[in-house]
């Protein structure tokens, strides 16, 4: 059974960082795309981040310059760090697979591309 579980949410003031993590469980995503997006309440999901397989960054335009994404292919964990935190960065956070792709192809920005997903970890961040 395929488990992803986010961690690493909190409260943090205006300017701040914080690092999720996602461990995934129950078979091996080396070959995937990883995921992360957020959802703030009464708005949709959002798409906040995405690494290759190959290691290749996407980002939306709100988090760039300010969101790292990486993997740990070794330890089957996707991180988002997050630096210069704003009060509109607040919401869910939720990592999630893609479904497969050929090496060199670019990761989708839709929830439909992605087949699995975490049960979400919440950031707030208070100005």
């Known amino acids: 059974q395929v488990q992803l579980v986010e961690s690493g949410g909190g409260l943090v003031q205006a300017g701040g960082s914080l690092r999720l993590s996602c461990a995934a469980s129950g078979r091996t995503f080396v070959t995937y795309a990883m995921g992360w997006f957020r959802q703030a309440p009464g708005k949709e999901r959002e798409f906040v981040a995405a690494i290759s397989w190959g290691g290749n960054r996407y980002y939306a335009d709100s988090v760039q310059g300010r969101f790292t994404i990486s993997r740990d292919n070794a330890k089957n964990t996707v991180y988002l760090q997050m630096n210069s935190l704003k009060p509109e960065d607040t919401a869910v956070y939720y990592c999630?697979?893609?479904?497969?792709?050929?090496?060199?192809?670019?990761?989708?920005?839709?929830?439909?591309?992605?087949?699995?997903w975490g049960q979400g970890t919440q950031v707030t961040v208070s100005s």
């Open positions: 999630a697979v893609h479904k497969f792709i050929r090496i060199g192809a670019v990761p989708g920005r839709a929830t439909f591309e992605y087949d699995y």
